[in-house]
């Protein structure tokens, strides 16, 4: 009897000890109901039209459990560094000296803050309609908490590094927790660094709760080969107030689905969401977004843009949602994309639903090549085509990097896009 995807990774999840019998398991029993009943999603969902995971979920995946703590390609940062391999917290790679005494960073499965712990995970990213979000909830393993409480600054951000190693096909499921109390202020990046020999599919939640007053700045850096596939979910609960910043870069990978749910659930909150993605070759990348405006009086702005090339696929697939109740909402979002070759495709559906009647709110995307009049001034000036192409290019991208707020993660994102387009 041939299992079907679902079941091949349940049953191998168990198998690989994955499941901690002790730590939540009423949620966990919860979420692994919602998952084999929902099943992988598929393209005839609407969210999912234009992404087809069938040929990453076929696969058959072990569990790794350790591995090399190798950090060489994640950006080399003045913060405090957190190191997971294969989600789970490797401590002795870890360099923490100089945070502040009242400020956690450590382990889910730490017992010292397990009433903490237990309080917010899985209430803000919803297993119920995320298939991806109820099987990493389903299987918990490792995974990192950060607990700036209130009144407290955290000057340096914290770089959490998950690193991704195995000689084999396999599938990781990072999680994290990031909690800021009232008037708190912090900024986490995220790197992913895969080392892997054979294809390896992440799939990592990441739980962000914004304080009334607090001010979060949040940056993800996906920086993966052709063998590596990657869902990634990060859902936001901002309090009266609050400010959220959420820089998403995407350089290649194999298929990369960027899911981020923002709910401003009070007034005067202000929510930034930037985004920048690069695919080449078979690279297929999509960025699916919601704000979800409940309460009136509150600001949101974003802004994607994406280069392709070759055969490589772009998704945009961005909403923002006004509810009765939000009067006085100011909703912004665009989405710029650049095709490079004639193979390459790219697919935006910016969409607003609106319940209230006295908003701002404004959506648009385009797609096009590369201007000819610019490309033609330059040369024009001696610089040969190659050089030219780069520069506007990258003069397309710095529209999004210039405004990064966390320091020295500019040079490394103008980094990632000259790699990309050598």
């Known amino acids: 009897m041939v299992k079907y995807p679902e079941e091949r990774i349940v049953a191998e999840f168990e198998r690989q000890h994955a499941v901690n019998g002790t730590w939540l398991p009423h949620l966990r029993e919860k979420a692994l109901a919602a998952f084999k009943t929902s099943g992988f999603p598929t393209r005839r969902q609407e969210s999912w039209k234009y992404t087809n995971i069938a040929p990453i979920v076929r696969r058959s995946y072990s569990t790794p459990d350790g591995g090399d703590a190798d950090t060489k390609g994640a950006p080399d940062l003045d913060a405090h560094v957190l190191v997971l391999v294969n989600g789970r917290l490797q401590p002795d790679r870890s360099v923490l000296h100089g945070l502040p005494a009242q400020i956690t960073a450590t382990s889910l499965t730490d017992e010292s803050h397990t009433g903490l712990i237990h309080a917010h995970l899985a209430q803000y990213a919803s297993f119920a309609a995320e298939p991806f979000t109820a099987l990493n909830t389903a299987f918990p393993g490792d995974g990192a908490l950060i607990h700036v409480p209130a009144d407290s600054v955290l000057e340096k951000p914290v770089h959490l590094i998950h690193v991704t190693t195995s000689n084999q096909a396999a599938m990781v499921q990072p999680r994290t927790l990031i909690l800021a109390g009232p008037n708190a202020q912090a900024k986490i990046v995220q790197s992913m660094v895969t080392h892997a020999a054979a294809p390896v599919l992440i799939n990592s939640v990441s739980e962000i709760l914004v304080g009334a007053n607090a001010h979060v700045e949040h940056l993800t850096v996906q920086s993966d080969g052709p063998q590596v596939s990657a869902i990634h979910h990060t859902s936001v609960y901002q309090h009266q107030s609050s400010r959220f910043y959420n820089g998403c870069f995407t350089f290649g990978g194999e298929l990369t689905r960027n899911n981020l749910s923002i709910l401003p659930d009070a007034e005067h909150c202000e929510t930034l969401m930037h985004g920048l993605f690069v695919a080449r070759d078979r690279s297929h990348i999509d960025n699916s977004t919601l704000v979800d405006h409940a309460k009136p009086n509150c600001y949101s702005s974003e802004y994607y843009k994406g280069i392709l090339d070759d055969r490589a696929t772009g998704v945009f697939n961005g909403k923002v949602l006004v509810r009765q109740n939000a009067q006085l909402t100011n909703a912004y979002q665009t989405n710029r994309s650049i095709v490079l070759s004639e193979t390459a495709r790219m697919f935006s559906k910016p969409a ?71």
């Open 352 to 422: 607003l639903e609106i319940y209230a009647d006295d908003v701002k709110c404004s959506h648009g995307a385009t797609t096009g090549q590369l201007d000819k009049d610019g490309l033609f001034y330059l040369r024009a000036r001696g610089i040969n085509p190659e050089d030219a192409r780069r520069l506007m290019l990258i003069s397309f991208a710095g529209d999004i990097i210039e405004q990064v707020p966390i320091e020295g993660m500019r040079e490394v994102l103008y980094g990632e896009v000259e790699r990309m387009l050598q």
